[in-house]
C-alpha cells in the first residue's frame, strides 16, 4: 500500500516550457487535491476534484490544469512555465472531503529558470 | 488579513516541557480544524482533527478548539527532540473542499 506516489521527485524547466506532475492514490479516496508550498505562504490550494470526472479551481489556479484521469490519478499542468511557478508542489487525496483527513504525497520541487 | 494566521517562531523549549501552538482563522463558517507536521523537506502529516469546541486528546498531544474566539491550539506535552518541525494549522471551510493553511509553526525542543 503506497498511498500517495507523485512524479517526479524534482524537475528544471526553462521559462515556457511546459510539463505535466502525476499523482496517483491507491486508498479508493474520491477527492484529491494539488498544493503548491512556498517559503513563508505554507501550502495553498491550486485545483481539487471531488470525485472522479470533477475538477474545480482552489486558491491559485492561473497557469495550471488539471485532468482527473480515474479515481486513482490527478495530473497537474503547466502550459507555459514561468519563474512564479518555482515550488514545491502536494499532491493530496481523502476519502469523501476536505473535512477528511488528507494524506499528502512525497512533493516534487520545481525549478522554474 | 491572513485567513489562518500563526506564529512562524521558531518555538524552542526544551525536553520534557510541554509546547504550546496557536492558531487563529477568520471564517467563522470553518468546520474542521486540522494540525498537520511536516519535517524539513518531508510531507505534511496529521497529528490531530478537531470538529467540535473543546478540548481532544490523543497520547502526548491535546487539540483545543474555541469557535465563539475562533481559535484553535495544540499542545505537545513531554516535548521529544523528534517533535522538531514546523507544525501547520489547517482549516476546512464551509462546502468541503477548500482547505486554507497557516504558513506554519517552527518548533525546536533542546535535548
Known amino acids: 500500500n503506497a498511498g500517495v506516489t507523485q512524479t517526479p521527485k524534482f524537475q528544471v524547466l526553462k521559462t515556457g516550457q511546459s510539463m505535466t506532475l502525476q499523482c496517483a492514490q491507491d486508498m479508493n479516496h474520491n477527492s484529491m487535491y494539488w498544493y503548491r508550498q512556498d517559503p513563508g505562504m505554507g501550502l495553498r490550494l491550486i485545483y481539487y476534484?471531488?470525485?472522479?470526472?470533477?475538477?474545480d479551481k482552489g486558491e491559485v489556479p492561473n497557469g495550471y490544469n488539471v485532468s482527473r484521469l480515474n479515481k486513482r490519478e490527478f495530473s497537474l499542468r503547466l502550459e507555459s512555465a514561468a519563474p512564479s511557478q518555482t515550488s514545491v508542489y502536494f499532491c493530496a487525496s481523502s476519502e469523501s472531503s476536505a473535512t477528511d483527513t488528507q494524506y499528502f504525497g512525497p512533493g516534487t520541487r520545481l525549478t522554474v529558470l | 488579513q491572513k485567513e489562518v494566521e500563526q506564529n512562524s517562531g521558531p518555538l524552542s523549549v526544551p525536553e520534557g516541557a510541554i509546547a504550546s501552538l496557536n492558531c487563529t482563522y477568520s471564517?467563522?463558517?470553518?468546520?474542521?480544524f486540522f494540525w498537520y507536521r511536516q519535517y524539513s523537506g518531508k510531507s505534511p502529516e496529521l497529528i490531530m482533527s478537531?470538529?467540535?469546541?473543546g478540548d481532544k486528546e490523543d497520547g502526548r498531544f491535546t487539540a483545543q478548539l474555541n469557535k465563539a474566539s475562533q481559535y484553535v491550539s495544540l499542545l505537545i506535552r513531554d516535548s521529544q527532540p523528534s517533535d522538531s518541525a514546523t507544525y501547520l494549522c489547517?482549516?476546512?471551510?464551509?462546502?468541503?473542499?477548500?482547505?486554507?493553511f497557516g504558513a506554519g509553526t517552527r518548533l525546536f525542543v533542546k535535548a
Open positions: 489547517a482549516v476546512t471551510h464551509t462546502g468541503g473542499f477548500k482547505t486554507i
Open positions: 471564517d467563522r463558517g470553518s468546520q474542521s
Open positions: 476534484s471531488a470525485s472522479e470526472g470533477t475538477t
Open positions: 478537531i470538529y467540535s469546541n
